[in-house]
């Protein structure tokens, strides 16, 4: 569907050359929801604004199905924008036009006849679930329906893709939750490809199939969400998995071993198997559970063995059953 070969983008200023991305290979498979995650500054926007060329790559391809962007035509580049839906942050809805009327913008724009254009933008409202707020303006409504009419404006040109820009940051957690429910059913049930850029692990483990891990512009890992959750190779990654990075958990030690569950084994008595079976006292420094694509995973974080016997005996217990675990060392700053 989407693919980026070698894309880098350079910006000039003052004070010298800023490389937002740099060498990214990337590819989005047709009808997949695809996660691109890293912390401010990493190039993710900036990344995705080269998906639809609203950012010209200085270096590389974009490849849109069998079109080459980095090298269309403006009418072939204005074709494929229709194909491209996008939503922001701020939601970006006209504060002079009703709910109705906003949706209808891009049609208008399209050359659209009013009469169909409204068919289709109360088609869309019955997607978002906002029929009864059609003749209400921006300024009436809440962020969450703010953020549906702006998923309805973008789905007003019946796109292939809709490309997310940290489109859920400025809500609270339950209308996020919320959100990502719909966006999850509009890929269903439409069969849009979607593209969510964030810096929250959760959005990712809720929504997304597979992820790709920015740093610095540099992508340092992809892969499905549970391989990266049960195995992130960067420190970026670690980052954002690890509970000690949230408000639930503080983590005492800069050593120990993270046990990770998934699936059926999230249901067994591994850790009670394991003190059973070393005879060791384990303490317990932090947990946590998540549901990633219907399957239950869970982290366990205990306390690494000064004893690199007893290490070895705990990892090659768990690989025993079959249980993901790894001696971690975070790094200090």
Known sequence: MIRLENVTKVFETKEGSITAADHVNLEVKDGEIFGIIGFSGAGKSTLVRCLNLLERPSEGEVWFGD?????????????????????????????????IDNICYPLEIAGVDKKSAKEKARELLDIVDLRDKEKAYPAQLSGGQKQRVAIARALATDPKVLLCDEATSALDPLTTRNILELLKDINRKLGVTIVIITHEMRVVEQICDRVAVMSDGVVEESGTVGEIFRNPKSETARKLVMP??????????????????????????????????????????????????????????????????????????????????????????
């Open 67 to 99: 079109l080459n962007l980095t090298k269309a035509s403006e009418k072939e580049l204005r074709e494929a924008r229709r194909s491209i839906g996008m939503i922001f942050q701020q939601f970006n809805l006209l504060s002079q036009r009703n709910v």
């Open 244 to 333: 000690e990075q949230s408000s639930q958990v503080r983590i005492p030690t800069k050593d120990f071993i993270r046990i990770v569950f998934d699936g059926q084994s999230s249901y067994e008595p591994v850790l009670s198997q394991l003190v059973l079976h070393t005879g060791m006292e384990l303490s317990i420094l932090g947990a946590s559970t998540e549901d990633i694509g219907g399957s239950a995973y869970g982290q366990l974080l205990i306390e690494k063995p000064s004893d690199e016997q007893k290490l070895k005996e705990i990892e090659e217990f768990l690989k025993s059953k079959g249980v993901h675990a790894e001696a971690v060392s975070l790094k200090t700053e």
